[in-house]
């Protein structure tokens, strides 16, 4: 259609100016009308099923969320699936794929498009056109090795990026631990290496990438070049100007496969590389279905030894020693209505493993009474709580059954629910899991509301005072993984959301560890012996607390991995005297402490309600701060012509578009926007040449070849120029961006991380640093490209008929309304948002190819037009040439627009992380004032003490008066959330502080001289462990000798500990 359109109009203006002008316009008007737009109109509608099925994609975030709910435990215990893994398959396998979808029906509309091409050029010159088409085939393999090299490239690329993202992760849940260390450089460094390597893998990829947009480029013009040059040779004789600018069209035509072949051959790439890593993840273990679970055991109690007895309530006057030697065995408590089995959960013969070939869990043979409580104990480390997730089938099962009875979900008093999964089981891991949702979500997770029996587990898990406490009561947010609770209020809402769920069985891994020893009295009588008990519910739970033995119906003893001893406290009296005495004995250790802790304030004070306080309020302020400053944006941005919506649509984040060009050096830009305007004009003078060429006949082809092959050349030596220019500007962006992102988050303060999503910022790592590493370029290439095409197609047209101009503002105009309507900036740039704006822009699309086509007519008619004016034949070629160009270049600035505002949406997410205030490392003291061997004695001073989480908030600490002397031990002590952990941090400088003292005011120390000075361990809440080796694990630093690192070998957990149970 487009070379028709060519040699019909050059034909018009060169062969007849007379009256046959009406017949020549009537039949190229109907021409350009009718094929062009439905051309167009044709072309969207082929992209139309592509673009659908690659917003509906099957392998959604949806479909990984199942999966990911399915994992065996084993996977990520073992290294072999990481959170920065799964983060980078959410946010950047599943993109890759999409938009190779979108792509794909290029695949096999190209090659037609180029044979076509390659035919109707053979109709107008012949062999010389054989010639020039051979340079596209011969440099095919060319682009064949460069996308291979890209493949290799890219998978080396996203190796090293998980690496990097592994390592973030470790650090951003760590950070408490590094702040105190003062480790942040060391582990920062240690990242700084990995995308050091990632960066080197991004270089190469850069390369390639430019190498493959050079080829596309620079294969036009060579076969452009060849094709004339060759013409001019065979034939003797130069083309006319309605072969040699239809041929132009041709090649100009030709473009845009040999473009989207590169892009498509690049995405094509990087599916198959998301392909292999998404079906590693779909086939990886899962925790298998109800098959995997045996019921029908014919077994019975009766293998168990039980004896009747009565049930004690928990009582604090009696010493341990005493209940237990008059400890009776409690009775069986009734099934519920429709158990028939005595054993719920037996596993026979297991050998159990987190991923090796060594088990973990060996020869274990045990069984779980149905409706009765079952208590696991075991010195730390002896598998107490891998053997839950054993029966839960998280483990790889080496040999061995485990057996499920059929024990079917009843109503109870839980009449609203009833539960699909006949063994379901209710679980409160050692390590409390909170969503950053509610109190009364994380309880109910899911579950109809009842109000009743919500109220029951509230005060079972003694949680009503904290709730009473919070700013909105159970409807406050706890923020992520319940950063702003202390660990007993995160472990009793764990607790409180397993007891509320309706399940046949209950996991208890240890729910006393972060309790003191009246709230673990509470939850242990009025939680599981009362609540489970009325609800007639089986409760397994792992325990180190000895003293509520004499409550367990069953008691499985562990060591090493395998069971010690399993039965009644009565069983284990009589069969193993040695174990037995020697829980009395740590029993009545515990009695002596007891004794020291009978007395304690259950009232709250005030000092303890604005420590729990403190967290939410300071989340609430920071959130209306954001939210200000939010407005003020949108107020400068606002048009006063335009309603808020109007603006939102229109206005591309310019500014964000410099800070990010800023970041790739002002050398870079310089040499970039050069180097293109220099290559386009470069372009236009080609053409302009060829024309001169083919309207001379006066002056032999030697004086115009010479000239050609010249342009020719620079024009493709400036492809190659600009191609490098733009990735490596991208590359060194990237690079800086991230550097500046990676020390801005880790030496922010603790506050920020307590009031930011660890999710938020580990997508300014993974997406975003994606989004800016790869994507941009290539883009921010296409646009500049695209756009100053349009600019010099719209130009020519100009300069060969000024009477263009008069419809090219009206043109402009609508195009700039049309624009203005369609394209949606999304604010956010998640997947869904961007999908969204993708389909809203096939409107736009549509068109964009009317209006190009509707300046191809225009073109038309005002060459036609001017045709009795004397204009040449062979500048009427130059002009409908770049018009037929018009609207592909149109639609690939709309596009590329769009796209880019997208991913600019990640540079301006990480750029408001830039602005994160760092914590003050250099104190007002300058570090040559600290001696080297400070703290010479360990003298604390604490003077009228104030501290606070927030410069904003009120103190959570208030005149604290203290001196502890050197070498003296001190405890402190107090209710949960009573500023211990406030305290500690205060010495750290983690928090505000004023007025303490360590030999000299703590406030004024540089952080770093501070925090290397002394130590401290951290809660079990706090406690990380990093994936290194176990001597970076214990000196990250690399400070201490081998020696001193080694003689913690030496050091046991506890030197009075039975050997077999703690």
């Known amino acids: 259609v487009c070379v028709c359109v060519v040699w019909v109009c050059v034909v018009c203006v060169t062969v007849y100016h007379g009256p046959l002008f009406e017949v020549y316009f009537m039949s190229s008007n109907e021409l350009l009308q009718n094929t062009s737009v439905l051309a167009r109109t044709f072309l969207q509608a082929s992209y139309y099923v592509p673009i659908e099925t690659g917003i509906n994609p099957p392998w959604s975030p949806a479909m990984i969320y199942n999966k990911i709910l399915r994992l065996s435990t084993s996977n990520m215990s073992m290294g072999e699936m990481t959170l920065g893994q799964i983060n980078n398959l959410v946010a950047i396998e599943t993109n890759q794929l999409m938009w190779f979808l979108f792509l794909c029906p290029n695949l096999w509309a190209m090659p037609v498009q180029i044979v076509m091409g390659v035919i109707l050029l053979y109709y107008l010159l012949g062999t010389s056109a054989l010639i020039g088409a051979s340079v596209i085939v011969l440099l095919a393999p060319v682009q064949y090795l460069i996308a291979t090299k890209l493949a290799d490239t890219q998978k080396s690329t996203l190796d090293q990026s998980t690496e990097r993202l592994k390592k973030t992760t470790e650090i951003l849940k760590g950070i408490k631990l590094l702040k105190l260390y003062a480790w942040e450089n060391i582990f920062c460094d240690s990242v700084e290496d990995t995308r050091g390597k990632e960066l080197t893998s991004l270089r190469t990829f850069a390369l390639y990438t430019s190498m493959s947009i050079f080829m596309n480029a620079a294969i036009p013009i060579a076969a452009v070049l060849v094709t004339f040059v060759s013409h001019a040779l065979i034939n003797k004789s130069k083309p006319s100007s309605s072969e040699a600018f239809a041929a132009l069209a041709?090649?100009?035509?030709?473009?845009?496969?040999?473009?989207?072949?590169?892009?498509?051959?690049?995405?094509?790439?990087?599916?198959?590389?998301?392909?292999?890593?998404?079906?590693?993840?779909?086939?990886?273990?899962?925790?298998?279905?109800?098959?995997?679970?045996?019921?029908?055991?014919?077994?019975?109690?009766?293998?168990?030894?039980?004896?009747?007895?009565?049930?004690?309530?928990?009582?604090?006057?009696?010493?341990?020693?005493?209940?237990?030697?008059?400890y009776e065995q409690p009775a069986r408590r009734p099934l519920r209505p429709n158990e028939t089995e005595d054993v719920a959960v037996k596993v026979n013969g297991g050998f159990f493993t987190w991923?090796?070939?060594?088990?973990?869990?060996?020869?274990?043979?045990?069984?779980?009474?149905?409706?009765?409580?079952?208590?696991?104990?075991?010195?730390?480390?002896?598998?107490?709580?891998?053997?839950?997730?054993?029966?839960?089938?998280?483990?790889?099962?080496?040999?061995?059954?485990?057996?499920?009875?059929?024990?079917?979900?009843?109503?109870?008093?839980?009449?609203?629910?009833?539960?699909?999964?006949?063994?379901?089981?209710?679980?409160?891991?050692?390590?409390?899991?909170?969503?950053?949702?509610?109190?009364?979500?994380?309880?109910?997770?899911?579950?109809?509301?009842?109000?009743?029996?919500?109220?029951?587990?509230?005060?079972?898990?003694?949680?009503?005072?904290?709730?009473?406490?919070?700013?909105?009561?159970?409807?406050?947010?706890?923020?992520?993984?319940?950063?702003?609770?202390?660990?007993?209020?995160?472990?009793?809402?764990?607790?409180?959301?397993?007891?509320?769920?309706?399940?046949?069985?209950?996991?208890?891994?240890?729910?006393?560890?972060?309790?003191?020893?009246?709230?673990?009295?509470?939850?242990?009588?009025?939680?599981?012996?009362?609540?489970?008990?009325?609800?007639?519910?089986?409760?397994?739970?792992?325990?180190?607390?000895?003293?509520?033995?004499?409550?367990?119906?069953?008691?499985?003893?562990?060591?090493?991995?395998?069971?010690?001893?399993?039965?009644?406290?009565?069983?284990?009296?009589?069969?193993?005297?040695?174990?037995?005495?020697?829980?009395?004995?740590?029993?009545?250790?515990?009695?002596?402490?007891?004794?020291?802790?009978?007395?304690?304030?259950?009232?709250?004070?005030?000092?303890?309600?604005?420590?729990?306080?403190?967290?939410?309020?300071?989340?609430?302020?920071?959130?209306?701060?954001?939210?200000?400053?939010?407005?003020?944006?949108?107020?400068?941005?606002?048009?006063?012509?335009?309603?808020?919506?109007?603006?939102?649509?229109?206005?591309?984040?310019?500014?964000?578009?410099?800070?990010?060009?800023?970041?790739?050096?002002?050398?870079?830009?310089?040499?970039?926007v050069f180097s293109k305007l220099l290559k386009h004009s470069v372009m236009v003078a080609i053409d302009y040449w060829l024309a001169e060429w083919t309207a001379n006949a006066g002056l032999p082809d030697s004086y115009y070849v010479p000239v050609f092959i010249i342009l020719c050349g620079a024009g493709i030596a400036l492809c190659l120029i600009t191609s490098l220019t733009v990735e490596f500007l991208g590359l060194s962006a990237a690079t800086n961006l991230h550097h500046n992102l990676l020390n801005k988050i880790i030496h922010a303060p603790i506050r920020f991380f307590d009031v930011t999503p660890l999710g938020q910022i580990l997508n300014r790592f993974s997406a975003d640093t994606n989004i800016i590493d790869q994507h941009i370029p290539p883009t921010l290439e296409s646009l500049t490209r695209s756009t100053l095409l349009c600019l010099s197609a719209i130009g020519v047209i100009a300069f060969v008929t000024p009477s263009f101009?008069?419809?090219?503002?009206?043109?402009?105009?609508?195009?700039?309304?049309?624009?203005?309507?369609?394209?949606?900036?999304?604010?956010?740039?998640?997947?869904?948002?961007?999908?969204?704006?993708?389909?809203?822009?096939?409107?736009?699309?549509?068109?964009?190819?009317?209006?190009?086509?509707?300046?191809?007519?225009?073109?038309?008619?005002?060459?036609?037009?001017?045709?009795?004016?004397?204009?040449?034949?062979?500048?009427?070629?130059?002009?409908?040439?770049?018009?037929?160009?018009?609207?592909?270049?149109?639609?690939?600035?709309?596009?590329?627009?769009?796209?880019?505002?997208?991913?600019?949406?990640?540079?301006?997410?990480?750029?408001?992380?830039?602005?994160?205030?760092?914590?003050?490392?250099?104190?007002?003291?300058?570090?040559?004032?600290?001696?080297?061997?400070?703290?010479?004695?360990?003298?604390?001073?604490?003077?009228?003490?104030?501290?606070?989480?927030?410069?904003?908030?009120?103190?959570?600490?208030?005149?604290?008066?203290?001196?502890?002397?050197?070498?003296?031990?001190?405890?402190?002590?107090?209710?949960?959330g009573s500023g211990k952990s406030s305290l500690s941090l205060a010495f750290f400088n983690m928090v505000d502080v004023s007025n303490c003292f360590l030999d000299f005011p703590v406030p004024k120390c540089p952080f770093k001289s501070q925090r290397e000075a002394y130590n401290m361990i951290v809660s079990l809440s706090g406690a990380c462990v990093y994936s290194h080796l176990i001597k970076g694990n214990r000196s990250s630093a690399e400070i201490h000798s081998l020696p001193l690192v080694s003689s913690v070998y030496t050091v046991r957990p506890c030197g009075h500990c039975h050997p077999d149970i703690l």
């Open 250 to 326: 041709l090649f100009h035509i030709l473009v845009t496969p040999l473009f989207l072949l590169s892009t498509v051959v690049r995405f094509a790439v990087k599916a198959m590389v998301s392909v292999q890593k998404l079906g590693e993840f779909l086939q990886s273990d899962e925790i298998g279905d109800d098959s995997w679970r045996n019921g029908d055991m014919p077994v019975s109690l009766e293998a168990c030894k039980k004896h009747p007895g009565a049930t004690k309530a928990i009582n604090r006057k009696q010493p341990l020693l005493y209940q237990m030697d008059n």
């Open 805 to 976: 101009l008069i419809a090219l503002i009206p043109l402009a105009v609508s195009f700039y309304f049309i624009q203005k309507y369609f394209r949606v900036f999304p604010f956010t740039v998640s997947q869904q948002h961007h999908n969204f704006k993708f389909s809203l822009s096939l409107p736009l699309t549509i068109l964009s190819d009317y209006l190009g086509a509707v300046i191809v007519l225009t073109a038309a008619v005002a060459s036609i037009w001017s045709s009795g004016k004397s204009l040449p034949s062979s500048m009427v070629g130059l002009g409908l040439t770049y018009a037929l160009t018009v609207t592909n270049y149109l639609n690939w600035v709309v596009r590329n627009l769009a796209d880019l505002e997208v991913q600019m949406a990640a540079v301006k997410k990480v750029n408001s992380f830039l602005s994160t205030e760092s914590e003050n490392y250099e104190g007002s003291m300058d570090t040559t004032q600290v001696p080297e061997d400070w703290p010479q004695h360990g003298e604390i001073k604490i003077q009228d003490l104030c501290v606070r989480y927030d410069p904003l908030l009120k103190p959570v600490l208030k005149h604290v008066n203290a001196y502890i002397n050197p070498g003296q031990k001190v405890g402190i002590c107090g209710r949960t």
């Open 355 to 672: 991923g090796s070939n060594l088990s973990t869990l060996s020869d274990i043979n045990i069984c779980i009474p149905t409706g009765q409580l079952t208590m696991i104990v075991g010195q730390v480390g002896c598998g107490k709580s891998s053997l839950l997730l054993a029966m839960l089938g998280e483990m790889q099962t080496l040999s061995g059954k485990v057996y499920w009875s059929n024990c079917f979900e009843t109503d109870g008093s839980f009449e609203e629910t009833r539960s699909k999964n006949r063994y379901s089981v209710g679980y409160a891991t050692q390590k409390s899991w909170l969503l950053n949702a509610t109190v009364e979500d994380n309880i109910t997770f899911g579950s109809p509301f009842n109000k009743q029996r919500y109220k029951t587990v509230i005060d079972a898990c003694s949680l009503q005072p904290d709730v009473d406490l919070l700013p909105f009561g159970d409807q406050t947010e706890i923020g992520e993984r319940g950063i702003n609770l202390s660990g007993g209020q995160r472990q009793r809402i764990c607790v409180a959301r397993a007891l509320y769920q309706n399940t046949n069985i209950v996991f208890l891994d240890d729910p006393f560890s972060a309790l003191d020893i009246h709230l673990s009295d509470h939850l242990m009588q009025e939680g599981i012996l009362k609540f489970l008990q009325d609800d007639k519910r089986t409760v397994v739970l792992v325990t180190h607390k000895l003293q509520y033995l004499i409550h367990a119906d069953w008691i499985i003893a562990m060591k090493d991995g395998s069971v010690l001893r399993e039965g009644t406290l009565k069983d284990i009296q009589t069969h193993d005297v040695e174990l037995y005495e020697h829980w009395k004995t740590l029993m009545n250790r515990q009695d002596q402490e007891l004794e020291k802790d009978t007395e304690i304030d259950n009232c709250q004070t005030a000092l303890e309600r604005k420590t729990l306080r403190r967290a939410f309020y300071s989340r609430e302020a920071k959130n209306q701060v954001d939210d200000d400053e939010e407005e003020e944006e949108e107020e400068e941005e606002e048009d006063d012509n335009m309603s808020t919506t109007t603006s939102r649509r229109s206005k591309i984040p310019w500014r964000v578009c410099w800070q990010y060009l800023s970041s790739g050096g002002f050398l870079m830009v310089f040499l970039m």
